[in-house]
C-alpha cells in the first residue's frame, strides 16, 4: 500500500524518481506481525523506498534473518550496531557530540580535553600527549620518577605485597622505570596500567565502591566520554548535566561537576535496570536483572581490588550451558537496555539469539559503581563468575576469611545439579 501511494504521489508532483524513506522507531514496542512484514519487506524493495527499523539487538523476530529468501546483510540492509564493543569509536562519537553542544552554546575553548582535561587512565606512552605532557609526565616519560603514573604504581607496591611479587616476578624495578624502552614499558606495565590506577586507589584509600566521591577517578575526556559506549540517549542525557548552566566564556569544567554528571547518570542508568520485569524461577522464587547485575559486577571487582593481584584479571564473560534459562531471559533483556555489550567475534556479527559461546562485558556506565578499569579484558564462564565460593581478601597486612553459603542467593542464575545415585 505504502508504495502505491508513493507512486501515486510521485507521479503528480513530477518526481517519479524521487525517493522516500520510512523510520520506524522502537520496533520492540510493535506487534509481532508488523515487526515480520517489515523484516521481510527488507528484501526486494523499490529503488524509492528506504526503510530504518530500530530494534533491539536480540529481539525474537529477527529470527526470521535466518530464514533461506530473507535479506542479507550487506546487500539488501546495512546493521548498524548503536553500542560500541570497544573504546575509540565511542569516545570519538562523545567528542564530536560534547564539542558541537558546547560550540552551540558559546564556550570557549570547546575541545574535549580541553573542557574536562585529562583522564587518570590516560598514558603519554600510547602515543597521547599534548601540551600538557610535561605535568604529568617530567621529562616525557609517564613512568619518570614523580610523575602521576610512576606515583601510582609505587603507592600500590607499598601496600599490596601481591603486586610487590608480580614485579618481582616480571623483573621490574620501579626506581628504574624510567630506563625502560617503550617497548618495554609496553610488554611489562601498559597491559596492567588502568589495573593498576583503580586497585591502588581502593588500597590506599580503603575507600569504600559505590562511594560517590570514588567517581573522580573517572572523570577526565577520555574516560568520561568512553562511559556512555556511544548510547546516544546516555551521552545527551550526561552532557546536559556537564553542560548545564554554562553560558559561554572560558569554561573548564571542574572534576566535582564530571563526577556529579557521571553519578547522574549512573543513577539514570540504574534506574532503567530496576524497571526490567523479574523472571520466574521453577522454585517460585524470581530473579532480577538488578540483582544479576550486582552479582556479576561484584564477581568483577573482588577480582580487580581484592584478590592477589594479577594481570589476567577478566573483565568479560563467555555465556555458558551452566547458567539457567532464567539468565539467559535476563541477559537478554539486558543486552537490549545496554547493560551487557556484545563483543562480537566479527565485525559484522549481530547477537544471536540463543547467547551460548558468545562474548560481553558490562557496559562501562558501570565501572564507576563498582569500581572497575574502563578496559576490555580476558574472558570467563558465566557460571564460574556467578558460583558462590570462599575467598581470602587481602587488605594491607590483615586477611579476611569470607565464605559464601550455598543457600546464596546468586545460585538463583545457576543450573541446579542433580548427582546420579
Known amino acids: 500500500?505504502?508504495?502505491?501511494?508513493?507512486?501515486?504521489?510521485?507521479?503528480?508532483?513530477?518526481?517519479?524518481?524521487?525517493q522516500w524513506a520510512l523510520l520506524f522507531d522502537e520496533m520492540e514496542l510493535a506487534p509481532t506481525t508488523i515487526v515480520e512484514a517489515l523484516l521481510e519487506a527488507m528484501r526486494g524493495l523499490p529503488e524509492n523506498l528506504l526503510l530504518k527499523l530500530s530494534i533491539s539487538p536480540v529481539q525474537p523476530e529477527l529470527a526470521r534473518l535466518n530464514l533461506p529468501y530473507a535479506g542479507v546483510h550487506g546487500q539488501d540492509f546495512d546493521l548498524i550496531q548503536l553500542t560500541y564493543a570497544r573504546q575509540n569509536h565511542a569516545v570519538e562519537l562523545g567528542k564530536r557530540m560534547?564539542?558541537?553542544?558546547?560550540?552551540?552554546?558559546?564556550?570557549?575553548g570547546s575541545p574535549a580535553a580541553e573542557l574536562l582535561g585529562r583522564s587518570v587512565f590516560a598514558s603519554f606512552d600510547d602515543g597521547e600527549g599534548g601540551r600538557d605532557r610535561a605535568e604529568h609526565a617530567p621529562r616525557d616519560n609517564p613512568y619518570a620518577a614523580n610523575g602521576d603514573l610512576?606515583?601510582?604504581?609505587?603507592?600500590?607496591?607499598?601496600?599490596?605485597?601481591?603486586?610487590?611479587?608480580?614485579?618481582r616476578g616480571k623483573d621490574v624495578d620501579l626506581n628504574e622505570l624510567e630506563r625502560l624502552s617503550p617497548v618495554a614499558r609496553a610488554a611489562k606495565l601498559r597491559k596492567v596500567r588502568n589495573l593498576v590506577v583503580v586497585r591502588e586507589n581502593y588500597r590506599r584509600s580503603n575507600a569504600a565502591r559505590r562511594s560517590r566521591k570514588s567517581y573522580a577517578l573517572y572523570t577526565g575526556a577520555d574516560t568520561v566520554l568512553t562511559i556512555c559506549d556511544g548510547n546516544p540517549r546516555l551521552l545527551t542525557a550526561l552532557l546536559?548535566?556537564?553542560?548545564?548552566?554554562?553560558?559561554?566564556?572560558?569554561?573548564?569544567?571542574?572534576?566535582?561537576?564530571?563526577?556529579?554528571?557521571?553519578?547522574?547518570?549512573?543513577?539514570?542508568?540504574?534506574?532503567?535496570?530496576?524497571?526490567?520485569?523479574?523472571?520466574?524461577?521453577?522454585?517460585?522464587?524470581?530473579?532480577?536483572?538488578?540483582?544479576?547485575?550486582?552479582?556479576?559486577?561484584?564477581?568483577?571487582?573482588?577480582?580487580?581490588?581484592?584478590e592477589e593481584f594479577s594481570d589476567n584479571v577478566p573483565l568479560r564473560f563467555t555465556v555458558d550451558r551452566g547458567v539457567n534459562s532464567a539468565t539467559i531471559e535476563l541477559l537478554r533483556l539486558g543486552i537490549n537496555m545496554g547493560v551487557f555489550v556484545h563483543i562480537p567475534k566479527r565485525s559484522d556479527a549481530?547477537?544471536?539469539?540463543?547467547?551460548?559461546?558468545?562474548?560481553?562485558?558490562?557496559?562501562?556506565?558501570?565501572?564507576?559503581?563498582?569500581?572497575?578499569?574502563?578496559?576490555?579484558?580476558?574472558?570467563?564462564?558465566?557460571?564460574t563468575l556467578l558460583a558462590p565460593r570462599s575467598k581470602t581478601v587481602k587488605r594491607g597486612i590483615q586477611k579476611v576469611r569470607q565464605a559464601e553459603s550455598p543457600e546464596d542467593q546468586y545460585v538463583l542464575f545457576l543450573e541446579p545439579r542433580i548427582e546420579r545415585r
Open 150 to 167: 610512576w606515583k601510582r604504581y609505587k603507592s600500590l607496591a607499598n601496600v599490596d605485597e601481591s603486586f610487590r611479587l608480580w614485579l
Open 240 to 306: 546536559g548535566q556537564l553542560l548545564s548552566g554554562a553560558t559561554g566564556g572560558d569554561n573548564k569544567i571542574s572534576r566535582s561537576a564530571q563526577s556529579a554528571a557521571v553519578d547522574s547518570v549512573i543513577r539514570r542508568f540504574f534506574a532503567l535496570i530496576s524497571s526490567a520485569e523479574a523472571v520466574p524461577l521453577r522454585s517460585g522464587r524470581v530473579a532480577s536483572l538488578y540483582d544479576l547485575v550486582h552479582r556479576i559486577g561484584e564477581a568483577f571487582a573482588e577480582r580487580v581490588v581484592e
Open 350 to 383: 549481530r547477537v544471536p539469539l540463543a547467547l551460548f559461546g558468545e562474548h560481553f562485558r558490562l557496559s562501562y556506565v558501570l565501572a564507576p559503581y563498582f569500581g572497575l578499569p574502563v578496559r576490555l579484558g580476558p574472558t570467563v564462564r558465566l557460571s
Open 1 to 18: 500500500m505504502a508504495t502505491a501511494a508513493i507512486e501515486i504521489f510521485n507521479r503528480a508532483v513530477g518526481q517519479e524518481d524521487h
Open 98 to 108: 560534547l564539542e558541537a553542544e558546547a560550540r552551540r552554546l558559546g564556550i570557549k
